[in-house]
DNA sequence: ACCTACATGTAACCCGTTACATGATTTG
DNA sequence: CAAATCATGTAACGGGTTACATGTAGGT
C-alpha cells in the first residue's frame, strides 16, 4: 500500500497533521510501514485535491502552526475500497540475512559485529511495541497486529541468540583443514 | 543492497546468467530479496560497463543461447567491499499487518479469507525454504540464514493458528453492547 | 552553545516493478 | 492445444528516500 492510502488509513483513527501522522506510524506502525516526511506531506495535498480530505489550521502557542487533516465521506469509502482490494502480502528486505549468507566472506569478527548490532535493534523494536502492548480498548486486530509484531520479533531474538556461539566457532573453523 | 551488488554476490558463488541468477534468488535467497528480470538485466550491462563482470556466450541444444558472467577481480574485490559497509538492517512491509491492523473496518468473512490466504502463502514459502535446509556441505553462515528463515516463518505460522479463532470471534462480537 | 522536539515542505535522485515483445521447446 | 520453462531484453510508470531549507522553544 502506498503512502496516500497508508495516510488515509491512519486519519480513519482521528483528525491528524502530518507530523502527527509519521509519529503515529513509529509508533504503532513501524512494524510493517513507515514512510517519511517527504512522502507524506506531497501525499496529503494529492489527497485534499482528490477530496479525500479536508484542512484546518490550528495555531498554537510557542509552537508553529499545524495543519490538520481530516477524512471526508469519500475519503472514508475510499480506503474502505482500498482495504478490501489489498493482497495480505509480506515484503522483507533483510541486510542482515543477506550478510549472514555471505558470512564466509567476513572475518568473525565482523560478523560478531553484525549479529550484534541486529540483537540490539531488534531490542530496541521490541520495546517500542511493547510500550503500546495490552491496550484492552484497542479493536480485536489492532492487538493481533501488535502481538504479531511482538511475538515474530521474540522468535528472531530468541533463535539468534541460541545459535549464535555456535555460528561463530563453525565460522571459525570453515576451510580449516578436514 | 540493490540489485547490482546482489548480483555481484551470487555470481560470487559461481558465473550464471540472468536467467539463472533470478532462480537462486527464487530457490534460495527469496526469504530476504527478489529482485525482478527488468532489473537484474540492466544491472548485468552496468556491472559489465564498470568491469566487474565479464560475459561470454554459451551456446545451447535447442535451448536459447545464454550470456553467462563470471566476476572479475575488481568485482571480486567491489562486492568484499560492498558487504563490510552493509548495515545489518530489515525493512519489513506487510499489508498482512495493515489489514489485521484495520480488521475493524472488515467483516468477519473478510478477515477470515485474509488470514486464510497469508497462512497458505508463509505455508508456501515455508516449503521453499526447506526443500534448501540441512546441506552439510554449505557454508555455516549460509545455513544459518536459511533456518533463520525458516524459524521467523514457523513462528508466524504458529502464532497465527493459536490467535486465529480467538481473533475472529472477538472480531464478530467487537462493537456489540457492553 | 548545542542538540532535540516541534512543524512543514521541496527537489534531486535512486530504484524497482509491471507489462510488453520475441521465440523455441517441452509437458500435460 | 494450451501452458509452463527456458532465455533476454526494453520502456513506461510509479514510488519512495535523502538531503536540504527554515524557524521557534526548551533542555543540558
Redesign the pocket.
Known amino acids: 500500500m502506498?503512502?496516500?492510502d497508508?495516510c488515509l488509513g491512519v486519519l480513519h483513527l482521528g483528525d491528524a497533521?502530518?507530523?502527527?501522522i509519521k509519529?503515529t506510524f513509529e509508533r504503532a506502525l513501524s512494524h510493517f510501514q513507515?514512510?517519511?516526511?517527504?512522502?507524506i506531506?506531497?501525499?496529503?495535498?494529492k489527497l485534499q485535491s482528490a477530496g479525500w480530505v479536508t484542512q484546518r489550521i490550528e495555531d498554537?502557542d510557542?509552537?508553529?502552526?499545524?495543519?490538520?487533516y481530516s477524512l471526508t465521506h469519500e475519503g472514508r469509502s475510499r480506503f474502505l475500497q482500498v482495504l478490501s482490494q489489498t493482497e495480505p502480502q509480506e515484503i522483507c528486505k533483510s541486510d542482515f540475512v543477506l550478510l549472514a549468507f555471505f558470512a564466509h566472506l567476513l572475518s568473525t569478527d565482523q560478523l560478531a559485529a553484525i549479529v550484534q548490532q541486529h540483537l540490539n535493534t531488534i531490542e530496541m523494536d521490541l520495546e517500542k511495541l511493547q510500550a503500546i502492548q495490552g491496550r484492552e480498548d484497542l479493536p480485536p486486530g489492532m492487538r493481533f497486529s501488535i502481538d504479531y509484531g511482538i511475538e515474530v520479533k521474540q522468535a528472531r531474538l530468541k533463535f539468534v541468540r541460541k545459535h549464535l556461539s555456535r555460528l561463530l566457532q563453525e565460522h571459525q573453523h570453515y576451510g580449516d583443514p578436514a
Open positions: 502506498n503512502t496516500q497508508l497533521s502530518g507530523y502527527e509519529q513507515s514512510p517519511s516526511y517527504g512522502s506531506y506531497p501525499a496529503l495535498r498554537q510557542k509552537r508553529p502552526a499545524k495543519k490538520i
